[in-house]
């Protein structure tokens, strides 16, 4: 297990730079916030605020751990020489910030040689900040959470996103439209770091995505799993580009059996 007084201080770096960057999101939103550029697709977008909470995030951390790493969405990255790297995402549902919808979040994990070890999910126009250190359990808000309890499967609230790419966005509504007539309900949020977040606060059952990024899914897992949540990906392995699932124990199972037979992962 990690040095606790390390952690402690991984959690204070990652709370203070959620924090200020959320704070700086939420007050400093532009009334005429437009597009600065685009990613993955036309409809894949960065604002200029997503660069701001990057830029501040980025400085925060160098300034108080200057020899970790650091692995950002909006393209910031450098190797470090202490073990640590910290992983950011700092604008989660970026389209939800920009049509002026809630679900949004700053999302930093702090790994320590490969293993995230510390996450913090902050959703200010929601006014929630969960996290988690490994070992230690899962908060929202300095309260301990935990998931759900298992419903039958035909009774099972999941969650998903889609791609910004045509061709897997066409492949993940192949999937949907094969899991929808067996639960409950599918939801689609739009930000992966608070769909994460939902399922260790027993707001969702399961939770499934394929292509999310490191900095998508790093915080949102420990916390989702300190929550006692089974997370993983493809059978065998753990969440990855490929696949990442997230769900209450005796969700996962059936979960993962049928995207495996849908070949969720696969075009």
Known sequence: MPDPALLDELLDVALDAARRAGTLLLEGRPADLGVAGTKSSPVDVVTEMDLASEKLVLELITARRPEDGY???EGA??????GVRWVVDPLDGTVNYLYGLPSWAVSVAAELDGRAVVGVVYAPARGELFHAVLGRGARRDGRPVAVRPAPPWGQALIGTGFAYVREVRVR???????????????????????????????????????????WDRAAGCLIAAEAGAVVG????????????????PGVYEPLQERLTALNAWAD
């Open 71 to 73: 692995l950002g969405e």
């Open 77 to 82: 990255e450098r190797s470090g020489v202490s």
């Open 172 to 214: 993940q509504a192949e999937v949907v439209l094969g899991l929808m007539p067996e639960v409950r309900d599918i939801r689609r949020g739009g930000a992966a770091a608070v769909d994460l977040c939902d399922v260790a606060a027993g707001r969702l059952d399961g939770y499934y995505e394929r292509g999310l990024a490191p």
């Open 233 to 248: 990906g493809r059978p065998g392995r753990g969440a990855d580009g490929e696949l990442t699932v997230a769900a209450a």
